[in-house]
């Protein structure tokens, strides 16, 4: 999911954008279940990304192993900072994937990955009374 965040970084700082996620991410693959909106503020050092993410995954239900959707809402809000700025700083891996490149596009991809990731349910079950593995 990348924005290109040129003219943002023009502005003053305060200057805002919003996105409606399904708009950023039509044209990729495996982005057809992300649903929600991104605010893009411009900050001093760079851009500061507000979230509010909904979205499907598949999952194992750990009683009876059969693969269901499981719905994740999540929030967040996360500082990225252009590559020539990170140039001047220390080289620190937390930056990693908060970079606006040399052509001011911002990509989302793996920021949006590690949030559903860290959301995912850590006992997914496909009702609450799942009877588990049924054997004849």
């Known amino acids: 999911m990348q ?12 200057a805002s954008r919003s996105y409606d996620i399904a708009d950023i991410s039509s044209h990729e693959k495996n982005s057809q279940h992300i649903q929600g909106t991104i605010d893009l503020l411009r900050t001093k ?14 999952e194992n239900c750990i009683r009876c192993l ?7 809402y999540f929030e967040f809000e996360e500082e990225v900072f252009p590559q020539v700025y990170l140039e001047d700083q220390t080289t ?9 490149d040399n052509n001011n596009i911002l990509n ?3 920021l949006l990955r590690q949030y559903i ?12 009374d799942c009877q588990g593995i049924q054997i004849i």
Do not use: F, W
Not at 48 to 53: F, T
Not at 92 to 100: S, T
Not at 122 to 127: A, D, F, V
């Open 3 to 14: 924005i290109n965040v040129g003219q943002l970084l023009k502005e003053h700082t305060g």
């Open 45 to 58: 050092r760079g851009i500061l990304v507000k979230a509010k993410v909904k979205t499907q995954i598949e």
């Open 66 to 72: 059969k693969t269901m959707l499981c719905s994740i």
């Open 92 to 100: 620190d891996a937390d930056y990693e994937n908060r970079i606006i």
């Open 108 to 110: 989302l991809s793996d």
């Open 117 to 128: 990731e860290l959301n995912k349910p850590l006992k997914p079950l496909c009702k609450p």
